[in-house]
Every structure is written in structure tokens, then in C-alpha cells.
């Protein structure tokens, strides 16, 4: 059974940071490309990034220069620095595993203050 977990969510101030960490489990994580997504309220899921199988990395525009994602195959974590967070990236934040098949995590809420 395929599990995402994330957590690291929270309340911060604009131009703050936060690392959401996303720990999968059902599946062979080195060999599976991960992304993160987000979607804010009456808006519709949104790519943030995403890093392959070989630690190739790409974003969304409206992230690029302030977030990073990485991963640690050894502990089946993917991770996602953000940093300059802006109110406009408040939003639940998913963890997304394509094996084939994309899996999704349960979200975790991050709200970012003005």
C-alpha cells in the first residue's frame, strides 16, 4: 500500500520560510520521480515542483529563485525549502509519487501572513 505523509505546514509571516517534508512508504522511492502541488482555496491544483529519479529538478513559475526541493533516497523523503514565501502561497501543499500511477499525499495547510 502506497503512503505519502507530509508535514511541516504551519502559520508564518510573509517573506519567512518553511521545509515540508513528505516521507513515502509502498514504494521503490529511488526510482520514482516526486513532485509537490498546491491548491489554494477556489483554485485548482497547481504544480510547485518536481525532482526525478535522478535528482533533476524543475518548478512553477511562481516559485522559481524561492523554492527548492530535494530528496534523501535513504530515508524515502522528499523535501520542499521554501523560502520569501509570499501570502499568495497559502495553500494546502500535496506530495505527489508517479510510479505510472500518481499517488497523492493528504496535504499539509501552509498559510503565510501579510
Known amino acids: 500500500q502506497v503512503q505519502l505523509v507530509e508535514s511541516g505546514g504551519g502559520l508564518v509571516q510573509g517573506g519567512g520560510s518553511l521545509r515540508l517534508s513528505c516521507v513515502a512508504s509502498?514504494?521503490?522511492?529511488?526510482?520514482?520521480?516526486m513532485g509537490w502541488y498546491r491548491q489554494a482555496p477556489g483554485k485548482l491544483r497547481e504544480f510547485v515542483a518536481r525532482?526525478?529519479?535522478?535528482?533533476?529538478?524543475n518548478y512553477g513559475e511562481s516559485v522559481k529563485g524561492r523554492f527548492t526541493i530535494s530528496r534523501d533516497n535513504a530515508k524515502n523523503t522528499v523535501y520542499l525549502q521554501m523560502d520569501s514565501l509570499k501570502p499568495e502561497d497559502t495553500a494546502v501543499y500535496y506530495c505527489?509519487?508517479?510510479?505510472?500511477?500518481?499517488?497523492w499525499g493528504q496535504g499539509t495547510q501552509v498559510t503565510v501572513s501579510s
Open positions: 509502498g514504494i521503490i522511492f529511488s526510482s520514482t520521480d
Open positions: 525532482i526525478t529519479r535522478g535528482g533533476s529538478a
Open positions: 505527489a509519487a508517479n510510479t505510472g500511477r500518481v499517488y
